[in-house]
């Protein structure tokens, strides 16, 4: 049953033992009900996730780890691209044709799981279970994307304008035409996917047409540094003083030209060519980085050779506000580096890491046993906190939790409603809970698709990093990758946890005399909850979670409600959120009582609370495991 479509992003990837880069999927996915425009309004919101600038670097560099690793699909020889070889990239697909909630009144859930929706990006593009035709997205310059639709009985090529008008003359389905005429709106203009680039990532399904492939632009991204114009005389002798001065030792002449405009952006890419970095350049460094993070706070010090020692003196000034520290690219970042920083810069609440030296091991041992460092820490960008666990499906989690969202809904197969987070931050959380609730205020009571139905809503509405009010939702910058663990539910973290079912009516627990005409039925409680020994939280850190591990009922918990959890995260040295992300959760939270007779749980409700869960997660890992031929 179903309108079954598939997505897939392809990206041009050098093969193993080969020096050309070919086109190649490197994320497939499947949805169960996508027809009409729905394909088109989830591939709009799919590139523009992509084209957001930070999204786009994390993106690029997983196409880089790809580069040179993998054989191509046809080969048998060389090595096997893993099932799911870009997690985020995947995770990117999965939200934007899964979840809507740009805007809370109209939103839009899909029914599934990121786990049970992903396919292997080494299939065939027509081998999945398929009614309704393919989409297919190059992502190889995400600031760029291109896309197409695909009739796969006849391996034909549609755009946004083709596929809808081919679908609505063939069904009697009764979209009004201004929806339809939007939709395709939304994509014009963006290039297409051509035959030849589909011939090249699944050369046994597609044949070339022989004529020339248009030029593709290598690896290029609205990441990168903007190219120059040509440079003036004074910008040559500019260029050619950084060098003199970092020969000599003196570049105090140089460090008063840093402030003027366009100069210092000019100093900082002559600055960036020297490898090793020299002592001499750390003073001219120092002011470059005054000058950069005097607006946003923020500091790129991307493929900068700089050791350990020079990137703490260059950042030692404490009238400088830092808040966001970009060090992808730079090999001599350790996990002690991270230590030091982190000491010498606690308020620092974005620290990226992409081709660093840091070791998921070390990055991992640094949370566990330092957690202090982090109370600060919104987003923390390394490929150990951006991957979905692969090497085993019962594994729910890389690192240990220590905020867990959970909606006890009537979970079916597919998942369980359930994001964990390795950093509490009172900030992102305010936000993610604010996200993921206010379309249960904003929706009509009885609604289908609701929030409670949709298994992979909670992980999208906990990805994003905290927005300004002028940044919509849709334009987020998605900078966590939720994890699904269970830890909270036997002590480790923070949980809060949501009872609520399908159509937003309760299936079990106790009456809600506050709502009369539903006080049968409407039985929704959250809860935030908090294990009270230590000993349990730091044994659970240091092992893995498990979504069918034993759920202990016997532990011991306190129930907070917004205010207790706030002024909790502060005298342990937590940011606060703004008072107006506060009052706007607030407000979510006052609507959730009122229009859905929300209260909060009781002690008498936990054990009740946890015990479900344990039956529900235990079904669930037994038919993951019947599913995959194990039983």
């Not at 596929?163 to 963006?190: F, M, Q, S, V, W």
């Not at 350049?281 to 002011?287: F, P, R, T, V």
């Not at 209260?599 to 039956?615: A, N, S, V």
């Amino acid at each position: 049953m179903g309108q079954r479509s598939q997505t897939f992003a392809i990206a041009k990837v050098v093969p193993y033992g080969e020096t050309k880069a070919y086109y190649r999927c490197v994320a497939a996915w499947h949805h169960q009900w996508c027809y009409g425009i729905l394909p088109l309004l989830a591939s709009r919101r799919f590139m523009t996730l992509l084209e957001q600038r930070e999204n786009a670097e994390i993106v690029l560099d997983e196409l880089r780890r790809l580069q040179g690793q993998y054989g191509r699909q046809e080969s048998q020889d060389t090595p096997r691209i893993p099932r799911v070889p870009c997690s985020y990239i995947s995770f990117l697909i999965g939200s934007a044709w899964n979840v809507d909630i740009n805007d809370p009144f109209k939103s839009y859930f899909h029914r599934a799981s990121f786990q049970g929706s992903l396919l292997p990006a080494d299939m065939l593009s027509g081998e999945g279970d398929n009614n309704e035709g393919i989409t297919v997205i190059d992502v190889t310059n995400p600031s760029k994307p291109a896309y197409c639709f695909v009739k796969l009985d006849e391996s034909r090529i549609l755009s946004a304008a083709q596929y809808a008008r081919e679908y609505y003359a063939n069904t009697n389905d009764n979209e009004p035409k201004a929806l339809i005429r939007d939709a395709i709106d939304a994509l014009d203009g963006i290039d297409m996917v051509t035959l030849d680039m589909l011939a090249e990532a699944w050369p046994t399904e597609y044949e070339a047409p022989g004529t020339p492939e248009p030029p593709i632009a290598e690896d290029s991204s609205s990441c990168s540094t903007p190219e120059s114009p040509v440079p003036s005389l004074f910008d040559l002798a500019l260029g050619a003083a950084v060098e003199q001065g970092l020969a000599t030792g003196d570049t105090s002449g140089l460090e008063s030209v840093v402030w003027m405009p366009e100069k210092g952006s000019m100093i900082k890419a002559a600055l960036l060519k020297q490898n090793p970095f020299p002592d001499t350049g750390l003073s001219l460094l120092a002011q470059v980085i005054a000058q950069e993070s005097r607006s946003e706070h923020k500091v790129d010090l991307r493929n900068f050779s700089v050791n350990t020692d020079q990137l703490l003196s260059v950042l030692s000034d404490p009238s400088i506000t830092i808040r966001t520290l970009n060090l992808s690219g730079n090999a001599n970042i350790t996990g002690d580096t991270i230590r030091k920083v982190l000491t010498a810069r606690p308020t620092l609440i974005c620290l990226v890491l992409l081709n660093t030296s840091v070791r998921d091991e070390g990055l991992k041992e640094l949370i566990i046993t330092e957690p202090k460092l982090f109370y600060h820490m919104q987003d923390l960008i390394h490929p150990f906190l951006l991957n979905q666990v692969e090497s085993d499906t019962d594994k729910a989690s890389s690192y240990p939790n220590v905020f867990l969202f959970i909606s006890n809904a009537s979970f079916g197969a597919d998942g369980i409603p359930v994001a964990s987070l390795p950093f509490l931050n009172p900030p992102k959380i305010v936000q993610g809970l604010t996200d993921a609730l206010v379309s249960y205020v904003a929706m009509p009571k009885f609604s289908i698709p609701s929030p409670s139905m949709c298994y992979f809503f909670p992980r999208v509405a906990f990805s994003s990093a905290v927005r300004s009010v002028t940044r919509e939702w849709s334009e987020r910058y998605v900078s966590t990758f939720p994890q699904e663990s269970l830890g909270a539910l036997e002590g480790e973290g923070w949980c809060f946890a949501l009872k609520i079912c399908d159509l937003h009516n309760a299936a079990a627990g106790e009456d809600y005399a506050d709502d009369p005409e539903n006080s049968a039925s409407q039985r929704v409680a959250r809860t935030v909850l908090k294990s009270a020994s230590e000993e349990r939280n730091a044994a659970h850190a240091s092992e893995e979670s498990h979504t069918n591990a034993p759920l202990s009922t016997s532990i011991h918990s306190m129930i907070y409600d917004l205010e207790d959890f706030l002024e909790v995260m502060i005298s342990e040295g937590r940011p606060a959120p703004t008072a107006a992300a506060v009052g706007r959760l607030r407000r979510v939270l006052k609507l959730m009582k009122s229009r859905r007779g929300v209260r909060l749980m009781e002690e008498k409700d936990i054990k009740p609370f946890i015990e479900e869960t344990q039956r529900k997660a235990s079904r669930l890992a037994a038919f993951r495991h019947w599913y995959e031929g194990g039983a």
